[in-house]
């Protein structure tokens, strides 16, 4: 008799009055079992090396055993289980290889019954993704997470087991460089996010969401949450300042626009953002200073590779570019236009991408402004705004001195009345939408204020 059928014989007897708490999982019995097996190949065996592999190949006659017909499914489940923790438990000396290889015999053999072994598939998948990850093969643990079903498992989804998994398979595909894996197991567990209510696991979907964000170069998306991290997460200290870096670098390396000066601001008022090296950077673009080149060495030694990349055809990095447009919406605050070869020679770049430049910043909205091809000149509308709100007052004071031209205070009250207009519209809209998509909410809110 071979020891796959003396096994099979054991199993079918011993346990068959068992099968009912075995249902449950890992009975003790079993558990005593399979080490009274281990122990007495223990005592038996040879040298080191040779009581290795009849280790193995003991793991493996036992899972030939246990799925046959002969042993019932509870029994049979109950030990595969118990095999699987037994494998994974660092007391018991295995290899990683040995690991490896009963757990990748045990899935080839019961993963075309899923349904009858799904709870043994998946902590197979996990202990075999764990030792692959020990040996830093990053790729292949999370192609075993990534290959666990849990919408195909019996019964309702449990969030609590779930969403740890989509979490640790992105952060898998992030240590093997994989993005668009990394960001397809993101969305996955943000589906679930609005279920999850504990405090770690929603503070590890951020920091994988920053992470994953920052590398997709969404710098202000990845600024925003990890500021959000760092004003939740006050218990450690170290990894607080590690996060305001993250974030203040994010920042920088947004393109200019108005959300970016008024990210910037808010974490140049926290108290440990002045301890950091990027703070200098930092403050000369939150009070909207022109940045020069030279300035840019320190900032750059700091940032991560991706961060480092080269844009524009490999003309300068991304820290050159947000630098670039930084500056230009500087000078749109100072000057009312200017020629497209004097801001150039400002930037420290040619005319045509000076021009290309101001293009985009106007085209997606994150400057105001009108191009004259033709003159090559650039007229900032947000300069002419400020002049004109500035010229009102002064108009105002002096109203009792020499009255303005009349043509002047038309205009001006022109401009007045169309922005009162404007916002009166959007309120309007507003409550519209409002009363249309939330009718219970917006009566309740009415009636507290009438």
Same mark, same amino acid.
């Given at each position: 008799?071979?020891?796959?059928?003396?096994?099979?014989?054991e199993?079918?007897?011993? !346990?068959r009055g068992?099968?009912?708490s075995?249902?449950?999982?890992?009975?003790?019995?079993?558990?005593?079992?399979?080490e009274a097996?281990?122990s007495?190949?223990?005592?038996?065996?040879p040298?080191?090396e040779?009581?290795?592999?009849?280790?193995?190949?003991?793991?493996?006659?036992?899972?030939?055993?246990?799925?046959?017909?002969q042993?019932?499914?509870?029994?049979?489940?109950?030990?595969?289980?118990?095999?699987?923790?037994?494998?994974?438990?660092?007391?018991?000396?295995?290899?990683?290889r040995?690991?490896?290889?009963?757990?990748?015999?045990?899935?080839?053999k019961?993963?075309q019954? &899923?349904?009858a072994y799904?709870?043994?598939i998946?902590?197979?998948?996990k202990a075999?993704?764990?030792?692959?990850?020990?040996?830093?093969k %990053?790729?292949?643990?999370?192609?075993?997470?990534?290959?666990i079903?849990?919408?195909?498992?019996?019964?309702?989804?449990?969030?609590?087991?779930v969403f740890?998994v989509y979490? %640790?398979?992105?952060?898998?595909?992030?240590?093997a460089?994989?993005?668009?894996?990394?960001?397809?197991?993101?969305?996955?567990?943000?589906?679930? =996010?609005?279920?999850?209510s504990?405090?770690?696991?929603?503070?590890?979907?951020?920091?994988?969401?920053?992470?994953?964000?920052s590398?997709?170069?969404?710098?202000?998306?990845?600024?925003i949450?990890?500021h959000? =991290? !760092?004003?939740?997460?006050?218990k450690?200290?170290?990894?607080?300042?590690?996060?305001?870096r &993250?974030?203040?670098?994010?920042?920088?390396?947004?393109?200019?626009?108005?959300?970016?000066?008024?990210?910037?601001?808010?974490?140049?008022?926290?108290?440990?953002?002045?301890t950091?090296?990027?703070f200098?950077?930092?403050?000369k673009m939150?009070?909207?200073?022109?940045i020069?080149?030279?300035e840019l060495?320190?900032?750059?030694?700091?940032?991560?590779?991706?961060?480092?990349?080269?844009?524009?055809?490999g003309?300068?990095t991304?820290?050159?570019?947000?630098?670039?447009?930084?500056?230009v919406?500087?000078?749109s605050?100072?000057?009312?236009s200017?020629? !497209?070869?004097?801001l150039?020679?400002?930037?420290?770049i040619?005319?045509e991408?000076?021009e290309?430049?101001?293009?985009?910043? =106007?085209?997606?909205?994150?400057?105001?402004?009108?191009?004259?091809?033709?003159?090559?000149?650039?007229?900032?509308?947000?300069?002419r705004?400020?002049?004109e709100?500035a010229?009102a007052?002064?108009?105002?004071r002096q109203?009792?001195?020499?009255?303005?031209?009349?043509?002047f205070?038309?205009?001006?009250?022109?401009? %007045?009345?169309?922005?009162?207009?404007?916002?009166?519209?959007?309120?309007?809209?507003?409550?519209?939408?409002?009363?249309?998509?939330?009718?219970?909410?917006?009566?309740t809110?009415?009636?507290r204020?009438?």
């Amino acid at each position: 008799m071979s020891q796959v059928d003396q096994l099979v014989s054991e199993l079918s007897t011993q !346990f068959r009055g068992e099968a009912g708490s075995a249902a449950g999982g890992p009975d003790v019995s079993v558990r005593t079992y399979i080490e009274a097996k281990l122990s007495a190949l223990s005592s038996s065996s040879p040298p080191t090396e040779q009581k290795g592999a009849r280790q193995e190949q003991l793991l493996v006659d036992i899972i030939d055993a246990s799925i046959v017909d002969q042993v019932g499914l509870a029994t049979s489940t109950a030990v595969l289980q118990e095999l699987v923790c037994l494998v994974d438990r660092p007391e018991h000396g295995f290899s990683m290889r040995a690991q490896q290889e009963t757990l990748l015999h045990l899935l080839s053999k019961i993963q075309q019954r &899923q349904m009858a072994y799904d709870s043994v598939i998946t902590e197979a998948r996990k202990a075999l993704a764990k030792s692959l990850a020990a040996e830093e093969k %990053w790729e292949e643990a999370a192609r075993q997470l990534q290959s666990i079903r849990f919408e195909q498992s019996q019964g309702a989804l449990n969030i609590a087991f779930v969403f740890p998994v989509y979490i %640790w398979t992105t952060q898998l595909f992030l240590q093997a460089e994989n993005l668009d894996q990394a960001v397809l197991s993101l969305n996955r567990a943000a589906a679930h =996010i609005t279920q999850v209510s504990d405090v770690e696991q929603i503070m590890q979907y951020r920091f994988v969401q920053a992470r994953v964000l920052s590398l997709t170069h969404k710098y202000i998306e990845a600024a925003i949450i990890y500021h959000n =991290i !760092f004003q939740t997460n006050t218990k450690d200290a170290a990894g607080q300042l590690e996060v305001l870096r &993250q974030a203040i670098n994010c920042a920088v390396l947004a393109a200019a626009s108005p959300q970016k000066m008024r990210v910037l601001s808010g974490l140049h008022r926290e108290k440990l953002a002045p301890t950091l090296p990027s703070f200098g950077l930092m403050e000369k673009m939150v009070l909207k200073r022109l940045i020069k080149p030279t300035e840019l060495e320190q900032f750059g030694q700091q940032l991560e590779r991706h961060q480092c990349e080269s844009v524009a055809g490999g003309k300068t990095t991304m820290l050159g570019s947000a630098v670039r447009e930084h500056n230009v919406f500087v000078l749109s605050s100072l000057y009312t236009s200017i020629r !497209f070869e004097n801001l150039g020679r400002l930037l420290g770049i040619d005319t045509e991408e000076a021009e290309l430049m101001c293009a985009r910043m =106007i085209a997606e909205g994150r400057m105001k402004g009108r191009i004259d091809q033709i003159a090559g000149v650039i007229t900032f509308e947000g300069a002419r705004e400020v002049k004109e709100v500035a010229a009102a007052i002064s108009m105002k004071r002096q109203a009792a001195v020499q009255p303005p031209p009349m043509y002047f205070r038309e205009t001006v009250h022109a401009r %007045w009345d169309g922005r009162i207009i404007n916002l009166c519209q959007s309120i309007e809209d507003a409550v519209d939408m409002l009363i249309e998509r939330q009718p219970v909410y917006a009566r309740t809110l009415f009636r507290r204020v009438a």
